[in-house]
């Protein structure tokens, strides 16, 4: 069984850098599950170099834009053999949950139709297949509920949506971390020990 860690927060609140730095220390064989979707070519562009920057340290990425779970049953050995994934990887880093409920929302571009009790359906057959893997797992989210209420209703939609995957996905998960400020707050279970340190770090050193 696998061990879930869900990692949220604000935007640029250090949690992509601490969700590898702490999935660095779990094992050499690494894989990133990217959920962003190309939208045109300087997308394509941000994409494809930052598939080569994680290559550099380890690291293998899988684009998947809407189902998580089944790229995840794709790794546990029961359903997928070792030479085509399964028991491949030492660790998962899936980034990030947010943008995966924004490609669902609008997987229709006529109608945005997503529910809440459907997405968490979907939330929690994401956690089941990430359970059954023999490698821990990181998930990455964002917090999008803190500030003003938006002013338009597909918006509303997608807070709500958001918030309800992170409700349930933090309900399964051994651990949560909330990323403030770079600085990681455990909120459920404990931090781990971990050589990632808030980018400013060795600047503040030299003060």
């Avoid at 893997?133 to 807070?159: C, H, M, W, Y």
């Amino acid at each position: 069984m696998s061990e879930i860690t869900l990692i949220t927060g604000g935007c640029r609140s250090g949690k992509s850098r601490y969700a590898r730095r702490a999935a660095e220390d779990r094992g050499e064989k690494r894989l990133f599950i990217a959920t962003a979707p190309i939208l045109d070519d300087e997308m394509r562009h941000r994409v494809a170099r930052h598939r080569a920057e994680r290559h550099k340290q380890g690291w293998d990425t899988w684009e998947e834009q809407y189902d998580l779970a089944d790229r995840l049953r794709q790794l546990d050995p029961r359903s997928a053999p070792a030479s085509k994934g399964g028991s491949r990887y030492d660790v998962v880093l899936c980034d990030c949950l947010t943008l995966w409920v924004n490609n669902l929302l609008f997987a229709s571009k006529d109608d945005a139709s997503l529910e809440e009790d459907e997405m968490a359906v979907r939330a929690f057959d994401l956690c089941a297949a990430a359970r059954a893997i023999p490698a821990p797992v990181f998930l990455v989210t964002n917090e999008v509920g803190l500030g003003i209420v938006p002013a338009d209703k597909i918006s509303r939609q997608f807070r709500d949506l958001a918030g309800r995957c992170n409700q349930e996905v933090a309900a399964v998960a051994d651990s949560v971390i909330l990323m403030v400020s770079g600085l990681p707050v455990p909120l459920k279970g404990s931090l781990k020990e971990t050589n990632f340190c808030p980018s400013s770090s060795s600047r503040m050193n030299r003060i």
